[in-house]
């Protein structure tokens, strides 16, 4: 089997996310993409604004109708620094014998470098490189000799400019967010009022 893990903080998980795990299943014939909430992100400043409950939540209603997407809590439950060397890891022991790819947008290609056990983790995936902005990726990898390389597959995808800070300022200033998130998510943010300010 392919099993694509997806790590982020999903603060909420919105339709890129789930139109990125759709798209490496049809192109890339992944079996299945586990999404993975992050607890505390190495190289970013962790500012959540959901609890590790609630994000958990969120992306168990976004993606409740499709087989193929799934949710972990094992970050979330370590209550630790999410590195990504750990998570593949413990997911290599349960899929034993299995492909694993990790998925990844252009802000984190270019500083993978630096990522935690980089050298031990390179060998244990294939990575899967989603463009995020309208930088090229191929430009970036061939100035980099690091990047050229890791295994890695780049998953053409069209742009969608929705970041879940974005949706956090929208629901700040009270306007509608439905055509942005799964209908299941949205309810469950009404419901909880989880990002009133």
């Not at 607890?39 to 409740?64: C, E, F, G, H, W």
């Not at 390179?122 to 989603?130: S, W």
């Not at 990726?137 to 061939?142: F, H, V, W």
Request: glycine share 2%; net charge positive.
């Amino acid at each position: 089997m392919k099993i694509l893990l997806f790590g982020g903080s999903f603060d909420p998980i919105h339709i890129g996310h789930i139109e990125a795990a759709k798209k490496a299943i049809e192109k890339l014939n992944i079996d299945k993409v586990i999404f993975i909430p992050t607890n505390q992100t190495p190289l970013k400043s962790n500012n959540l604004v959901a609890s590790n409950n609630d994000r958990y939540n969120m992306i168990l209603r976004s993606i409740k109708d499709n087989k193929k997407l799934d949710v972990s809590d094992y970050e979330i439950k370590k209550q630790d620094v999410s590195y990504t060397y750990n998570t593949v890891k413990h997911f290599k022991q349960i899929y034993k014998g299995d492909d694993l790819y990790f998925l990844i947008g252009t802000d984190r290609v270019k500083d993978l470098e630096k990522w935690y056990n980089i050298d031990k983790l390179k060998n244990l995936i294939t990575f899967i490189f989603v463009p995020r902005n309208n930088e090229n990726l191929e430009e970036i990898i061939a100035k980099n000799d690091f990047l050229k390389k890791i295994n890695y597959v780049i998953l053409e995808l069209p742009i969608i400019k929705i970041s879940s800070s974005y949706i956090r300022e929208k629901l700040k200033k009270n306007k509608n967010i439905d055509d942005l998130i799964d209908k299941n998510c949205a309810k469950y943010i009404e419901e909880l009022n989880l990002y009133e300010f």
